[in-house]
């Protein structure tokens, strides 16, 4: 217990609970829940173990420093006389990146430019050279956050962005976010206990998302590259025994996760997507348009999709949304239905009412993730059923 330190898990709005259900199952200790993020505590092993196996997390940070500035100097002094030399060599390539929630500094840039020259500086002093920056591939990410008169320092441990799983080498004009596919997944309560379908599966992410799911897969065990991997403490043995041990809890899945679309595009690249992610035996996709197409048996449903917004994808959204509401009530009883939206005017056409929204974003689209429930006669009768 005594080699556990904090680490911050970065996600999307909306999705803390979830996140903080994820770390509570790996075994995190003093879970705490903020606005897009979720504090925690674990070892070096944890460390690795979360960033392989957490679906609705976008990076993990480990804070180094705090401490408290009123100003630019303060802010430079601070980072001037830090021990930059016990993380990073001077051989070695950084990038900033600053988050701000104060009245001392307005622009983010500036903060970055002011934390980069009292590192470089400081390495000058000490060994004549400098690290070098490198905003694209960097070997070491580090994340300035001032929130009111508090500076936190952190370690980027993922690197890029663990929405970045590997298996996407296609994709359509609007693919869905890999983490925000997993959280809407979570989100709608699907117990992996029947059939799963996306209608409109585009390049199948939901699909690919929702298999990782079902099966308790780690969903980043087959990238390339952290930026733990970089840092004075990586472990190879240690990694590669939690590694193994993550793929020791994956899981049989005996049902079906089907995905259909109506362009031959976007199947071709869904397979190849699926392919990549090594689903084939789990997930079937088929071009056929949703419309036209009928729920083939009696058994429970779960449908989760990512319908057209008109936002990248021009339609009628009248029309369209409509049309979602009529094929689900015609075609699909028993099911349980969820979609996401920015159009929230689209809602009003489906011509079902909603059991739950859930307010999300779509990168900066504020969004509503939607439940239909489908059954057969009336609310009444369909309560009275269950009982």
Known sequence: ??????????????????????????????????????????????????????????????????????????????????????????????????NLNTDFFSHSLFVSQRVKDALVDRFRKLFKKRPNVDRDDPDFKINCHITDDVCTISLDSSGKPLNQRGYRSETNIAPINEVLAAGIVKLSGWDCESDFLDPMCGSGTLLIEAAMYAKNYPVNVNRKHFSFQNWKDWDSDLFELIKASTLKKVKPFNYKITGYDKAPSAILKCNQNIINAGF????????????????????????????????????????????????????????????????????????????????????????????????????????????
């Open 280 to 387: 084939t035996d789990i997930i079937e996709v088929s071009q056929d348009n949703f419309f036209t197409t009928t729920k083939n048996n009696e058994n429970f449903l779960q449908i989760v999709f990512n319908p057209p917004y008109g936002e990248r994808l021009q339609i009628d959204i009248e029309s369209f949304y409509k049309q979602i509401g009529d094929t689900l009530k015609s075609n699909y009883t028993n099911s349980n239905a969820w979609f996401i939206t920015s159009s929230l005017e689209a809602l009003k056409y489906v011509g079902l009412r909603p059991s739950r929204k859930i307010k999300l974003f779509n990168g900066k689209l504020e969004s509503r993730l939607a439940k239909y429930e489908i059954y057969s006669g009336t609310k009444k009768i369909h309560k009275l059923t269950k009982k």
């Open 1 to 98: 217990m005594s080699d556990d330190f904090k680490m911050v898990a970065k996600t999307f709005y909306g999705f803390e609970s979830i996140l903080a259900d994820e770390l509570l199952s790996l075994g995190a200790r003093n879970i705490e829940e903020g606005v897009r993020n979720v504090s925690f505590y674990g070892d070096l092993g944890f460390l690795y173990k979360v960033n392989l196996a957490l679906s609705t997390s976008v990076r993990v940070l480990k804070p180094i420093t705090s401490f408290k500035i009123t100003d630019e100097k303060d802010l430079y002094s601070s980072i001037y006389n830090f021990n930059w030399e016990d993380y990073l060599d001077v051989d070695d390539t950084f990038a900033i990146e600053s």
